[in-house]
């Protein structure tokens, strides 16, 4: 069973997230919380695989707990949830080391699916999301040195799949290595091009025009 944080001020809006989350059923909603500051303390006292935030939210919003979890439980995925279509909303969810951020008007499917990749460890962002965000990555970012001769040629395959957004099972499957290899190249690729996570691999491989 997945455990989930679900973090959602409004009631009738957290109780249809909960029920479309648990119409898997291998995931399920174990803590709830009306803002970040009980998010937290809920961390505190219990175990969570996922935190699924709202952005904006009374005492302490989304992006400010997601940075404390981040901190704290860096095992814990985060998934951030919106009513606005504002890309610098996800910017800074990307920023702070989210693995997903999407619109409330999300069906159930697209919810669940996004969790799941989430978990998986594949960077998940809704379409029309993406499609402002990334140019914004893209054309703010400065220059980054190309380092494919640092790169073995089976960090360089990993590294391409992870910027198309490819889960580490994902990748396992399609280079024929087990999801243990997958992670050992996946540390070797933080230490080499000194990055903090998967998020930032994704945007430098995306920068650097290796997908």
Request: hydrophobic share 45%; proline share 3%; aromatic share 4%.
């Amino acid at each position: 069973m997945v455990r989930i944080l679900l973090a959602e001020d409004q009631a009738l809006v957290a109780q249809g997230l909960k029920m479309m989350i648990e119409t898997d059923e291998e995931l399920q909603v174990t803590g709830e919380a009306k803002n970040g500051k009980a998010a937290i303390d809920l961390c505190e006292t219990q175990q969570f695989d996922m935190a699924v935030l709202d952005i904006r939210m009374p005492e302490m919003d989304g992006l400010e707990a997601a940075r404390i979890i981040r901190n704290r439980w860096p095992a814990i995925k985060i998934l951030m949830l919106t009513t606005f279509n504002d890309d610098e909303y996800a910017l800074q969810a990307l920023r702070i080391g989210a693995h997903g951020y999407m619109l409330k008007d999300a069906d159930a499917e697209t919810l669940i699916h996004s969790v799941k990749s989430c978990l998986a460890g594949g960077i998940q962002l809704q379409g029309e999301v993406a499609a402002k965000v990334m140019p914004r990555l893209l054309n703010a970012a400065k220059p980054e040195p190309q380092m494919k001769h640092f790169l073995t040629p089976r960090e360089l395959d990993i590294l391409k799949r992870i910027g198309e957004g490819r889960s580490n099972k994902e990748i396992s499957g399609e280079l024929a290595l087990s999801v243990g290899t997958v992670k050992n190249h996946i540390s070797q690729l933080l230490d080499k091009l000194e990055l903090r996570d998967r998020t930032q691999l994704a945007i430098y491989a995306i920068r650097n025009h290796f997908v």
